[in-house]
């Protein structure tokens, strides 16, 4: 061991050698050229809930700075993100009346159905994917066909293949199935290709976990179940390998990508998945994990944009390649604030100062 090759010219003790990888961290400069992971706003997928009426925006409680809005307030909120440089959304509707049968869901006038038109019009080069589910449309909040109080599979899977194909119809260039119904990508399929739709993706939620961290969507698309829960068809949060094989099935079935919902307890899904199929994995940073920052922002607890920031730079460190995330207006601008900052030549503080442990 050399006691010379420490550097040391001070004068202090001789010390063993060892790597000095603090060198590479003494400045942004030096920070940002060795940065592995890099957000951008183009990594972002914006959710909008679409409700019937005019003039409506109404916040979500448990999601602050989230809105149900009605179709007269889409082309501004278009330009908005495409101003902030966003250039997708994906869409939830919540329907004037529900029914057992949730024909709400593929009604060729339907909230969703309108609100695809209204944004492609508005803004051809949105692209604008579409909630596939049922649960929006029932009254009893469940994903399908409800046969002695449970989820009938197969009757569930024509409805789902007939939103698929009235969304495509409507103008969406991407259509998402979150039913975690068993077949349900290759139905979609079916039906798309032979409605005249072969190059519409499906982008399937393939690994979608039975997750407490749906608590405040269920209130932004007011869909939560009369009675019962999803756990008979969403995943059990305590399986990966399962994950696995839901994913393998869906690209199987002909999905294009894959969503892994929620994001940031399931970092480990993400990253599997990311190593074990080459298509684009896409992470749904939930509203349970929007409204906990918010709230613990709320309370003065956390830095809100350094930890917003920080989750999502993690989730796309697992492996994501886009996030759907509540976070995507704010974060695109603190993102912006800071490149214009270091196009500036300010000191930058970062060798003196600490920034807490
Ligand atoms: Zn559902």
Redesign the pocket.
């Known amino acids: 061991m050399s006691f010379e090759s420490n550097g040391q010219t001070d004068g202090t003790s001789a010390l063993p050698a060892f790597r000095r990888t603090r060198r590479t961290r003494r400045s942004a400069g030096l920070r940002r050229l060795v940065r592995e992971t890099a957000l951008s706003s183009d990594d972002f997928i914006y959710p909008l809930f679409i409700v019937p009426g005019e003039g409506v925006r109404h916040e979500i409680s448990s999601m602050p700075g989230q809105f149900q809005l009605s179709l007269d307030h889409l082309p501004d909120e278009v330009d908005e993100l495409r101003s902030l440089g966003i250039g997708s959304v994906l869409l939830f509707g919540i329907p004037a009346e529900k029914d057992a049968q949730a024909t709400g869901a593929f009604a060729p006038d339907g909230i969703v159905q309108q609100a695809v038109q209204t944004i492609k019009a508005h803004d051809p080069e949105m692209v604008v994917i579409t909630d596939v ?4 449309y029932t009254d009893h909040g ?3 066909i409800l046969v002695n109080g449970e989820v009938d599979n197969d009757r569930t899977l024509p409805l789902l293949a007939a939103t698929a194909v009235s969304h495509a119809r409507a103008g969406a260039d991407v259509v998402a199935p ?3 119904m068993d077949g349900r990508v290759a139905a979609i399929r079916q039906s798309l290709d032979e409605a005249g739709f072969p190059s519409v993706p499906v982008l399937s939620y393939a690994a979608k976990y039975a997750s407490a961290f749906y608590g405040p969507f269920r209130e932004a698309a007011e ?1 939560t179940p009369a009675f019962g829960d ?1 756990r008979s068809h969403q995943m059990d949060p305590a399986n990966a390998r399962e994950a696995m094989t839901e994913i393998a099935i869906d690209l199987d079935e002909g999905a294009d990508f894959v969503i892994v919902k929620p994001a940031l307890a399931y970092l480990d899904i993400i990253r599997q998945a990311r190593d074990r199929f080459d298509v684009p994995i896409i992470a749904y940073n939930v509203s349970g994990e929007y409204a906990m920052i918010k709230a613990a922002a709320r309370l003065g607890w956390i830095d809100e944009r350094r930890v917003t920031l920080e989750t999502l730079t993690a989730i796309k460190r697992a492996g994501a390649g886009r996030i759907i995330t509540y976070h995507a207006k704010e974060a695109a601008r603190w993102l912006a604030a800071e490149r214009e900052a270091a196009a500036t030549r300010e000191p930058q503080p970062s060798v003196l100062a600490h920034s807490g442990s």
């Open positions: 589910c049922a649960c929006e469940h994903c399908g979150s039913d975690m869909s999803r």
